[in-house]
């Protein structure tokens, strides 16, 4: 599902879906149409500036994973309830790009990237490849608050930094 950038915050109901439901949209020369943001952008989303991010906003079902797991990954229970209520939030908001057959054939290539380049491509690394994955095989933009953790990609996925 893609999402406008404007209207994360309030979530006022005029989030998009990406290819199932559309919406008209004024166009912004200066903004890609359409982007992925990866999990540190979701969960710094309402500090950014919309001009910051594409006009129509998708998230990888990667992500969801992450936000999903994120509120058991703490102990403190400010923080669970903080995380909680971002997942329910991205929930509502997003219908999550699949990883796919697409996907799993650009993680191929991106694996292999990031192995020539003597970087390591499992562990924590690996879910931010797969990210990328999802990007390389929707032909879309990778909006991130961590570049380097994509760095070397940039032959296969075009990543911003934001």
Same mark, same amino acid.
């Given at each position: ?11 006022? @109901?005029?989030? !998009? #879906?990406?290819?199932?439901? !559309? ?50 990954? $703490?102990?403190?229970? @400010?923080? /669970?309830? /903080? ?29 292999? $990237? ?6 390591? #491509? /499992? ?8 990210? #990328?994955? !999802?990007?390389?095989? $929707? ?21 911003? #930094?934001?």
């Amino acid at each position: 599902m893609v999402l406008q950038a404007s209207i994360w915050p309030s979530f006022a @109901g005029t989030s !998009t #879906a990406l290819p199932l439901r !559309t919406q008209a949209l004024v166009p912004d020369p200066q903004r890609a149409e359409r982007g992925i943001i990866d999990t540190s952008v979701v969960v710094d989303l309402e500090q950014l500036e919309p001009g910051q991010l594409p006009v129509e906003l998708a998230v990888s079902a990667i992500t969801m994973a992450e936000l999903a797991a994120g509120p058991h990954a $703490t102990g403190d229970a @400010g923080e /669970r309830a /903080r995380r909680q209520d971002r997942l329910q939030r991205a929930e509502a908001a997003f219908d999550p790009l699949p990883f796919d057959g697409e996907a799993a054939r650009a993680y191929g290539r991106i694996y292999a $990237t990031e192995i020539a380049s003597g970087r390591k #491509a /499992r562990g924590t690394r690996a879910l931010d490849l797969l990210i #990328a994955a !999802t990007a390389c095989a $929707t032909d879309l933009p990778l909006y991130t608050r961590n570049p380097e953790d994509f760095r070397g990609l940039q032959d296969l996925v075009d990543v911003i #930094a934001v």
